[in-house]
């Protein structure tokens, strides 16, 4: 874990989500807000993904996307939007992200990467991932359909990421307020199953999406003829 010379007062904490938001829904959303409240965080930073390395190309293109995130988050001051990785012309490395993060935000910013439970069993499949730990502390959210992780993810986790957990995990925010990187905070959060694949779906087959996501983001959906 870093030390850092005692320099007075720690930044607040600032949570980062990010994802494909293909499209964003209230999952994401609430994952955002739970975290910010649970954890102490100052504020959440949410970076749509421009080109996702882990899957196929997006259903919707990255413009779509960043437009949707901005949509969804309107009028929270506490929600915040980055298109770096929307405008960048590389593949989306979190690793990457985080690096172009602490060279804006300075050493001293404790970051919390919020990932959902099935984000983090497939973190050692992520690019650079041992390093993570050295930019970011990360926050991890229980998730339908995932084992539930209790406090220290009994059985679920592969042997590496097991290895990777020891010594950094904590009980609550409090452990993400006095250091900028490297220690892992569980939290629970209310049980949503909703994904964008769900979402997808339900458009392909015609349903109806209402109320699984903000209605602006389903008007700028229907304007655009997007998931058709
Ligand atoms: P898809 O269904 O297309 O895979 P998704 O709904 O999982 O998409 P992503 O953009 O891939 O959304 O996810 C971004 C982050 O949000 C991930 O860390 C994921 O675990 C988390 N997340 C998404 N939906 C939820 C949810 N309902 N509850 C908790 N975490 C969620």
Redesign the pocket.
């Known amino acids: 874990m870093p030390s850092i010379p005692e320099q007075g007062a720690w930044p607040a904490p600032l949570g980062l989500?990010?994802?494909?938001?293909?499209p964003i829904?209230h999952?994401?959303l609430?994952?955002a807000e739970e975290a910010r409240e649970a954890l102490g965080l100052a504020r959440v930073r949410l970076i749509p993904a421009g080109q996702p390395p882990h899957?196929s190309s997006p259903r919707s293109l990255a413009a779509h996307r960043l437009a949707m995130t901005r949509l969804a988050i309107a009028g929270n001051p506490l929600l915040e939007v980055d298109d770096g990785e929307v405008l960048a012309s590389t593949r989306s490395y979190t690793v990457l992200t985080l690096e172009r993060l602490r060279s804006e935000l300075g050493s001293r910013q404790p970051l919390v990467l919020?990932?959902?439970?099935?984000?983090f069993e497939g973190l050692p499949s992520w690019h650079r991932w041992t390093e993570l730990l050295g930019l970011t502390h990360i926050a991890v959210?229980?998730?339908?359909g995932y084992a539930p992780h209790g406090r220290r993810w009994p059985g679920t986790l592969s042997a590496e990421l097991d290895a990777a957990c020891a010594g950094r995990i904590g009980e609550n925010g409090a452990a993400l307020a006095t250091s900028p990187a490297g220690r892992i905070v569980p939290f629970d959060?209310t049980p949503?199953?909703?994904?964008?694949?769900?979402i997808?779906d339900l458009f392909a087959g015609g349903h109806s999406v209402r109320y699984l996501l903000p209605d602006p983001v389903l008007d700028y959906i229907d304007k655009h003829s997007l998931y058709r």
């Open positions: 989500l990010g994802g494909t938001f293909d829904h999952g994401h609430r994952l899957r919020i990932l959902g439970a099935d984000a959210a229980n998730r339908p959060m949503l199953a909703i994904s964008a694949s769900l997808r």
